[in-house]
């Protein structure tokens, strides 16, 4: 993405950073060590059982990545936090939960994390620094492993706590990428971080 980008002279002010997941032992892959920034314990449905204390660890993490941009004298509201598949859903908890404001939030063929408590790590200070931050999220209609409603009900709950969610559904898409997807996404981003000049 990042260098399709520089190919073309867009975003030629911003800094990307991909961060790779640590390699864990996943509980869908008979414990066998991977990347993730989470264990998966199931895929019938991800949102019932979920790893809290390694998705608080992967959370903290980002929030160390955010907080060290800010330290090189990067403005949080010039930073979108994002991902795609656990990258994205990971993205999505740690931006909703980071104390400072953020440019954007998105998550590819993502799900909400925690999100039957996410109200609960949601403090008045949080809530306030990251209530109007923006939220993209695209989704294939055919992903066989996040399937689309996951991605739905995120942007549903996520509007019902207040925040505006601009979701994507691709026709045709599995879990993957696709050129359209990254076409609205680079338009989103030119809204989230326009060029300073």
């Given at each position: 993405?990042?260098?399709n980008?520089?190919?073309?002279?867009k975003f030629?002010?911003?800094?990307?950073i991909?961060?790779?997941?640590?390699?864990?032992?996943?509980?869908?892959?008979?414990?066998?060590?991977?990347?993730?920034?989470?264990?998966?314990i199931?895929?019938?449905?991800?949102a019932?059982q979920?790893?809290?204390?390694g998705?608080?660890?992967?959370?903290?993490?980002?929030?160390?990545?955010?907080?060290?941009e800010?330290?090189?004298?990067?403005?949080s509201?010039r930073?979108?936090l994002?991902?795609?598949?656990?990258g994205?859903?990971?993205?999505?908890?740690?931006?909703?939960?980071?104390?400072q404001p953020?440019?954007?939030?998105?998550?590819l063929?993502?799900?909400?994390?925690?999100?039957?408590?996410?109200?609960?790590?949601?403090?008045?200070?949080?809530?306030?620094?990251?209530?109007?931050?923006p939220?993209?999220?695209?989704?294939?209609?055919?992903?066989?492993?996040?399937?689309?409603?996951w991605?739905?009900e995120?942007?549903?709950?996520l509007?019902?706590?207040?925040?505006?969610?601009?979701?994507?559904?691709?026709?045709?898409?599995?879990?993957?990428?696709?050129?359209?997807?990254?076409?609205?996404?680079?338009?989103?981003?030119?809204?989230?971080?326009?060029a300073h000049?």
């Open positions: 993405m990042a260098e980008y520089r190919r073309r002279g030629e002010e911003v800094a990307f991909f961060p790779n997941a640590p390699s864990i032992p996943i509980t869908v892959n008979f414990g066998m060590q991977m990347p993730g920034w989470y264990d998966i199931a895929f019938d449905d991800l019932q979920q790893d809290q204390p998705i608080f660890k992967s959370r903290d993490y980002f929030h160390s990545l955010i907080k060290s800010i330290d090189k004298g990067i403005p509201s930073i979108v994002g991902g795609f598949s656990q994205g859903s990971i993205s999505i908890f740690a931006g909703l939960t980071s104390p953020l440019a954007g939030i998105f998550g063929s993502s799900y909400l994390l925690l999100g039957d408590s996410l109200a609960t790590y949601l403090t008045p200070q949080i809530k306030a620094a990251n209530s109007s931050t939220i993209f999220m695209g989704h294939g209609d055919k992903d066989p492993l996040v399937k689309v409603e991605g739905q995120t942007a549903s709950r509007k019902e706590l207040g925040w505006t969610v601009d979701f994507n559904v691709y026709k045709g898409l599995q879990h993957d990428a696709d050129p359209k997807e990254m076409d609205d996404l680079e338009a989103w981003f030119k809204e989230r971080l326009p000049g």
